[in-house]
């Protein structure tokens, strides 16, 4: 039987992770899509990635399905993808259901207290 840990250790095994600043970085660049996977009420209360999409991890799956009527555009197999949550978890684990849908650039930026904190340019 897995547990949450266990799932989690198998997520960040697979979807790299990289640093606050580095993801800063990369967001000044102007490429990539940039995903916040919170739910909607706690985006509401802290902000989010300046110019990040809002796809809630549960919603994922419907979303990044391109022969489903709830596909999302931007959710392309070979885009750079960078995904935001609270920590680092839910990203993690959104990460790997795209990797195992076959997205290949996806990458994990933590959370937005870590975004903020790096002085990254956020949004209501």
């Not at 802290?46 to 549960?58: D, E, L, M, N, Y």
Request: with cysteine; charged share 20%; proline share 2%.
């Amino acid at each position: 039987m897995k547990t949450a840990y266990d799932y989690l250790q198998d997520a960040n095994a697979v979807v790299t992770r990289i640093s606050s600043a580095d993801a800063v970085a990369k967001h000044a660049t102007g490429t990539g899509v940039w995903i916040d996977v919170r739910d909607s009420a706690d985006i509401a209360a802290s902000g989010t990635i300046k110019g990040a999409h809002r796809v809630a991890r549960g919603f994922m799956e419907f979303a990044a399905d391109p022969a489903l009527p709830h596909h999302k555009e931007f959710l392309q197999k070979d885009a750079d993808i960078y995904l935001v949550c609270g920590a680092g978890g839910q990203a993690a684990l959104t990460g790997k259901t795209l990797m195992d849908m076959g997205y290949n650039n996806v990458t994990n930026v933590g959370g937005i207290a870590d975004w903020k904190a790096a002085d990254g340019p956020t949004e209501a």
